[in-house]
């Protein structure tokens, strides 16, 4: 198997950890990238990784980034639910700038390292909300459906120089982003933190449990492979059907 260099957005925890142990484990350099300093370093220890703290909300800094990674994960996130009469513009701003301006130049920045060796692989880790709606996450909803054109973009681009770009689509995954929002969807909705997760987040999934990280990293391990070389320009659905309806 050949040794690529994975970059992983948000990997100090949650998902983006996942996937950075699975890339190691697999025999990948991997960098964890993160504003969390102290997470990043952490997980890069764990794995015998490179920890590069960085707030990719500040999106100026990257208009002259060039990287050489082979993989590029974007991952990084975060979550706001209000009412879109409520919703802070600035919060609003912030999720665009980190979720989809921030992957936009992370994207331009590996091209020319991807398309000189002619090969590279970009996963763009989506959310079932990428592809459906759901009242109150006015900010997260817009910018994960930005993403997917973003992404299918790149894919088209990219596919005369061997690199493709999915996204891959989960629904509620047992993360920190997930459990911070019990409380904001408890007051949002008027109801009791015990019941937001029967009521809230898995209603509309046939499947009645949470997605768990390393699910997650195993679909992005399969499409950061030689093996999926035929896979570019798609949304993988992991969300327990919720989409199927």
Not at 55 to 80: H, P, Y
């Amino acid at each position: 198997m050949t040794t690529r260099t994975v970059l992983v957005t948000g990997a100090a925890s949650g998902i983006g950890e996942a996937v950075a142990q699975r890339a190691a484990q697999d025999g990948h350099r991997v960098i964890v990238a993160d504003r969390d300093g102290e997470g990043a370093e952490r997980v890069a220890a764990d794995i015998g990784g490179e920890a590069w703290v960085v707030d990719l909300s500040e999106t100026e800094a990257l208009d002259d980034l060039q990287l050489e990674c082979d993989v590029l994960v974007n991952n990084a996130g975060i979550q706001r639910v209000a009412p879109i009469q409520e919703f802070v513009p600035e919060d609003f701003r912030l999720i665009q700038r980190l979720m989809l301006e921030s992957p936009f130049l992370l994207i331009r920045a590996a091209l020319p390292h991807m398309y000189a060796q002619g090969w590279g692989r970009i996963v763009n880790i989506s959310s079932a909300h990428g592809l459906r709606a759901s009242e109150f996450k006015s900010a997260y909803v817009a910018a994960k459906h930005g993403l997917e054109g973003l992404s299918k973009v790149a894919a088209l681009e990219g596919a005369p120089h061997g690199v493709t770009s999915n996204c891959l689509n989960p629904g509620y995954v047992r993360t920190p982003l997930i459990e911070a929002q019990i409380a904001d969807q408890a007051r949002t909705h008027g109801i009791p933190e015990a019941e937001v997760m029967a009521k809230i987040m898995l209603t509309r999934s046939p499947v009645k449990r949470l997605i768990e990280p390393a699910e997650v990293a195993a679909l992005a391990a399969f499409l950061m492979s030689d093996d999926a070389g035929m896979a570019t320009g798609a949304s993988y659905t992991m969300d327990g059907g919720w989409t199927a309806q």
